[in-house]
T-cell receptor, first 115, second 115 residues
């Protein structure tokens, strides 16, 4: 079984600062995918970034980067230059390494960006 | 439309009633997923379709829940004899291939309230 753990219920960051949201995972699979989604108060889930278990380089998408440490089974999200619009719930998720996209989500971290 | 749509956006029903929730995926997406999100939690997987067939229904909580996708496009999640514990936001997502690394696009969700 797969499990995602997000230990930070809430995080605060000053506008324009960087912030790291923690995610650890547990799986017995050799191949898997790791995802981060943003959920604003409107409720819609917005895909941010993806990392495959065999990818050697950390994924980056604009201001988002995924700090992938395979040996420690962590997949932290780093948001650089935070903006007020980044205030939202953030979910880490993983999928199994088959032709199968079911996602297992963590509990989420609420990020609040202060001006 | 360009994105995943779900109807209704809100559904209030009485305990014991039958409800249907509809999902219209992005055109051409062969994979379709249903998730359930309770307040303050991450989404939980319910069922996954590849084309018309349910490839994995392991997340359906009991036999009161059923989903169909008869023509490989629109899907309907059906809940019989609703209970108060069924109250949640039901999210639908679609992707172009059922493989990890393929981003799932989520709809806005249907908020179900069982009185």
């Amino acid at each position: 079984a797969q499990k995602i753990t997000q230990t930070q219920p809430g995080m605060f960051v000053q506008e324009k600062e960087a912030v790291t949201l923690d995610c650890t995972y547990d799986t017995s699979d050799q191949s898997y995918g790791l995802f981060w989604y943003k959920q604003p108060s409107s409720g819609e889930m917005i895909f941010l970034i993806y990392q495959g278990s065999y990818d050697e380089q950390n994924a980056t998408e604009g201001r988002y980067s995924l700090n992938f440490q395979k040996a420690r089974k962590s997949a932290n999200l780093v948001i650089s230059a935070s903006q007020l619009g980044d205030s939202a719930m953030y979910f880490c998720a993983m999928s199994r390494g088959t032709s199968y996209g079911k996602l297992t989500f963590g509990q989420g971290t609420i990020l609040t960006v202060h001006p | 439309g360009a994105g995943v749509s779900q109807t209704p956006s809100n559904k209030v029903t009485e305990k014991g009633k039958y409800v249907e929730l509809r999902c219209d995926p992005i055109s051409g997406h062969t994979a379709l997923y249903w998730y359930r999100q309770s307040l303050g939690q991450g989404p939980e997987f319910l069922i996954y379709f590849q084309g018309t067939g349910a490839a994995d229904d392991s997340g359906l909580p009991n036999d009161r829940f059923f989903a169909v996708r008869p023509e490989g496009s629109v899907s309907t999640l059906k809940i019989q004899r609703t209970e108060r514990g069924d109250s949640a936001v039901y999210l639908c997502a679609s992707s172009s291939l059922a493989g990890f690394g393929n981003e799932q696009f989520f709809g806005p969700g249907t908020r179900l309230t069982v009185l």
